[in-house]
């Protein structure tokens, strides 16, 4: 069993510490709080508890709520880090990987160049094999990846994706309330770049706007192929890959609401929804364009792809054993509602 630490015990870190611990080949050796707040009660009753600092430790002493001792020991006691940090802490916090030469997952709220490797387990697993550091891109790029790698078998294209993004996660008080509709004023939005530094040379323009929402994203993608498409051969392709899942307007699935719905009914751990959700009714070809909706729920499609990055960085399994053993853990493709 290889131990994982996780710095920072937020939105992704607290999912990706429960999934660690429920794979066979990894466990959690601590995570690294900086206050001691509910979360932190929480915390204490899984997992041991490190601060980064000695301000840290006296608020967590104040509080009566145990500490096993700082970020260093953790480092000291495990194989490697997922740093789940607030966007570009990270890279504040790359120069402590190092000097304890630890290997490190970062997310995708760091920049591409932190790394040089940024990560998608469907697109490029075998490249993570056995390196030192890399970044899991960030929730909108994984879900496009998700439906855009499986289309490479299908020809060239290039890719034009709106995507409506929600304004913050369910548990972010500070950002609200709110009543608008932000457009990203950088076109590509930042997702376009991120994509291809997965899917090296594609052609992807991307435009987001935010919406008051807290519950998913939403895409909307069309696809420009080289060449004539037919739908059903792109559904068969889609349909190898467990991260991803259909439903349909059919069956009364119209919006994010009713996909969240469906997934607090699947019993899952805090109702995540690790697969990219797909409106099977909207999937339409025109000649060699295909066009179509996808949901995102951005608090857990990430999760299986740190899993998974931990596994190629210390070189635990191959790519199909490691994305199998992952995805049956945390119960991926059950989901086959509206197939
Ligand atoms: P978050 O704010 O929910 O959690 C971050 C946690 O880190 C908080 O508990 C915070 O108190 C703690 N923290 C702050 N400074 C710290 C420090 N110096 N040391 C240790 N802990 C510290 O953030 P999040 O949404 O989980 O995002 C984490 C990363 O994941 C970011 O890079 C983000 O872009 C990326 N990401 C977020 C989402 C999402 O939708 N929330 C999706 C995919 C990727």
Redesign the pocket.
Known sequence: MVKVGI???????KRVADAVNLQDDMKVSGI????PDY?AFVASRKYKIFV?DAKSKKLFDDAGIKVEGYIDNLIDDSEIIVD????D??KE?KPIYESHKIKAI?????DHELTNLSFNAYANFNEAWGKDYVRVV??NTTGLIRTIYPLTALGNFKVRANLVRRAT?PNDHKKGPINSIEPDLKIPSHHGPDVASVLKGLDIQTMAVKVPTTLMHVHFVNIIFDRDQDREKIMSEWKKYRRIVFVSGKDDVKSTGQLMEIARETGRSRSDLYEIVLWKDAVSVKGNELFYYQGIH??SD?VPENIDAIRSMLQLKGKEDSINQTDKSLKIGELVYGR
């Open positions: 710095n920072g015990y937020g939105t992704i870190g690294v709080k900086t206050r979360m980064p789940a940090t607030p966007d802490v990270g916090n970062f997310q995708g709220g760091e960030s929730c996660d951005q608090e990430v």
